[in-house]
């Protein structure tokens, strides 16, 4: 079965250190990967994807991301927290295989940025 | 990027009534839509997709004849829950993925801001 595991619930950081949101994933062919952030009762904002070339992509507010294929992983990270960075974060996939455009999605990771 | 609207924000109903939320996409073309719902501090459960001009395509376990969808534009899809009663009390939020301007496909889908359902 086709899957998305974000492994932590919560990810703690202090305002100012580095911070990395972990994704794994389990799809067939060569996906595409996305990382969207949802504010309290909002929709979902697009951070970034990884589509094709350069492993490590560059998206909004400073946050990036690695795809690494033997590992099957593709952890976002940004190299300075700030505390407005504090939400709930998505990885989502879309197989390669067929081309609905159907994303399956990750259970979510609330990042917690404390001054 | 592109900017996808869902209307209303949130909306309270009583138990029996239907409640219809509309989901467009402002600059760009939608041939395909995806209805989620989300439950508190839950993933997104993909509901139904939806092509401009055909009858949606249920994920397993979602009632159609509960939850109505109509992608009659491409613009435009609307989720009509029927019947609604408390247990459909939910965030639902829409996406959409079509063609920008020039004729390239987007490879990303937007959200809408979501519709929060409450039926008492």
């Known amino acids: 079965a086709q899957s998305v595991a974000q492994p932590e619930d919560q990810v703690n950081v202090a305002e100012g250190n580095p911070l990395t949101v972990k994704c794994t994933y389990s799809?067939?062919?060569?996906?595409?990967l996305f990382w969207y952030v949802q504010y309290p009762n909002r929709g979902l904002q697009f951070l970034l994807k990884?589509?094709?070339?350069?492993?490590l992509v560059k998206g909004s507010y400073g946050f990036e991301a690695e795809f690494n294929k033997s590992q099957t992983s593709f952890h976002l990270k940004k190299p300075s927290a700030l505390v407005s960075d504090s939400a709930l974060y998505f990885c989502a996939v879309r197989p390669g295989s067929g081309n609905t455009g159907k994303l399956i999605f990750g259970q979510g990771t609330t990042l917690q940025v404390k001054p | 990027g592109a900017v996808v609207s869902q209307h209303p924000s949130w909306v309270i109903c009583k138990s029996g009534t239907s409640v219809k939320i509309e989901c467009r996409s402002l600059?760009?073309?939608?041939?395909?839509m995806f209805w989620y719902r989300q439950f508190p501090k839950q993933s997104l459960m993909l509901m139904a997709t939806?092509?401009?001009?055909?009858?949606?395509?249920?994920e397993q376990g979602v009632e159609k004849d509960k939850f109505l969808i109509n992608h009659a534009s491409l613009t435009l899809s609307t989720l009509t829950v029927t019947s609604a009663h408390p247990e459909d009390s939910s965030f639902y939020i829409c996406?959409?993925?079509?063609?920008?301007?020039?004729?390239?496909?987007?490879?990303?889908?937007?959200f809408g801001q979501g519709t929060r359902l409450t039926v008492v």
């Open positions: 799809v067939s062919g060569n996906p595409y």
């Open positions: 600059d760009f073309q939608a041939t395909t």
């Open positions: 990884y589509i094709t070339g350069d492993n």
């Open positions: 939806s092509n401009e001009g055909s009858k949606a395509t249920y």
């Open positions: 996406s959409a993925r079509g063609l920008a301007r020039g004729g390239l496909w987007n490879t990303e889908a937007f």
